[in-house]
């Protein structure tokens, strides 16, 4: 249920990641009769339909454009570094590699179950990332 929740948090972060921890957890009920151990554990499965659930939310919300900032003076630099408007900037699945992995804590094996995806491709995905945030910090 950590897990669930935390991935539910990363990958839609303007949505209510208790109901979307519900709506996977009811689901996934729902649909028990298809898990196969021979694809994965259990605990891959509820997070791939996790991560199924916070994109359908993420598909609904619709952000309100925020204020801008009325602060005066320039940040600091490091201030200025803003990772999720960064990861915003990565394709689908490399944001989702990357929040699996990294903000989830999730091993590349469980990535992968969760991706549906080789666990080859999700190293490439994640050292892909890497290189494609480190091109846009130094954009900057």
Avoid: N
């Avoid at 950590?2 to 948090?9: G, N, T």
């Avoid at 196969?36 to 605990?43: A, C, M, V």
């Avoid at 804590?105 to 992968?112: D, I, K, M, Q, R």
């Amino acid at each position: 249920m950590p897990a669930m929740a935390r991935l539910a948090a990363r990958l839609a972060p303007y949505g209510d990641r208790d109901d979307i921890v519900q709506e996977a957890l009811a689901r996934a009920w729902s649909k028990r009769k298809q898990f196969d151990p021979r694809r994965g554990t259990p605990s891959g499965w509820l997070l791939a339909i996790t991560a199924d659930q916070a994109r359908k939310a993420t598909r609904r919300y619709r952000p309100v454009e925020a204020l801008p900032d009325q602060a005066d003076g320039d940040p600091h630099p490091d201030e200025r570094l803003d990772l999720s408007a960064l990861m915003g900037r990565l394709p689908a699945r490399q944001r989702l590699a990357v929040d699996c992995y990294y903000f989830v804590g999730l091993s590349v094996g469980e990535t992968a179950i969760v991706m549906r995806s080789p666990e080859g491709t999700v190293k490439w995905m994640l050292s892909d990332a890497r290189r494609r945030l480190r091109d846009l910090i130094e954009e900057r």
